[in-house]
């Protein structure tokens, strides 16, 4: 069985421009989770996707992070316009709808604003 | 805030066992415990999961005492590839959000 896999591993953009960083879950995953650490820092939640319903969405730091996930399959953060603090691995998580609360991590994204 | 205490760090020799224990003073009854470990430039796996007493899988051992204020991870006979970052985290069951805390750093030298 595939794992999450998140596209790209590396981003490097100018602060200003917009990046989008992809996560493909595990198949048959309702859930699905963003999360990111800034360095020096912990890991940090930042939404909730239940298919592509957004179920909680209390950790997205401002209106310049917009994460959809249409046809409840894979999702996207988009970061627009990038700061240097947005500087940070992004990781993507997902789980099943009745699980005990186990997570599947990716990979993560490193994104490098300038 | 994490709801948790560990170690920041610990040291030990190939082939010892290791032994990690966190701190979770206000567990809540719903509340599971769960180990992820993580290896640089990867994401953060699971490891194991317990409410109360003992689980034993493959990789670990997770020991919950009756009050359940704490939980210790047992690492048998550790080797340089179990090197990585060590969370212990409280959770319930529905789905939410994972809260991270520093975790352990575990180094593991020869």
């Known amino acids: 069985e595939a794992g999450v896999t998140q596209f790209p591993s590396h981003s490097v953009i100018e602060k200003g421009q917009t990046v989008t960083l992809r996560c493909d879950p595990i198949?048959?995953?309702?859930?699905l989770y963003w999360y990111r650490r800034v360095m020096g820092k912990e890991i940090k939640f930042l939404l909730h996707?239940?298919?592509?319903?957004?179920?909680?969405e209390s950790g997205m730091p401002n209106n310049r992070f917009l994460a959809e996930r249409t046809g409840g399959t894979y999702s996207t953060l988009k970061v627009q316009p990038a700061e240097l603090e947005d500087s940070g691995v992004y990781f993507c998580?997902?789980?099943?709808?009745?699980?005990?609360?186990?997570?599947?991590f990716g990979p993560g994204t490193r994104l490098t604003v300038l | 805030l994490a709801k948790t205490t560990q170690p920041i760090s610990m040291d030990s020799y190939e082939g010892q066992e290791v032994n990690i224990t966190c701190s979770h003073n206000?567990?809540?009854?719903?509340?599971?415990i769960t180990w992820y470990q993580q290896f640089p430039s990867q994401g953060p796996r699971f490891i194991i999961q317990?409410?109360?007493t003992k689980v034993t899988n493959e990789v670990a051992s997770l020991f919950i005492p009756a009050d359940r204020k704490s939980s210790t991870l047992s690492l048998p006979r550790v080797s340089l590839s179990d090197t990585a970052v060590y969370y212990c985290?409280?959770?319930?069951?529905?789905?939410?959000?994972?809260?991270f805390g520093k975790g352990t750093t575990l180094s593991v030298s020869s």
């Open positions: 998580a997902s789980s099943q709808g009745i699980s005990q609360g186990v997570q599947y």
């Open positions: 198949s048959g995953h309702d859930n």
């Open positions: 996707f239940v298919k592509e319903s957004k179920q909680d």
């Open positions: 206000n567990i809540a009854t719903n509340d599971y």
């Open positions: 317990g409410y109360k």
């Open positions: 985290l409280v959770e319930d069951q529905a789905g939410t959000a994972l809260i």
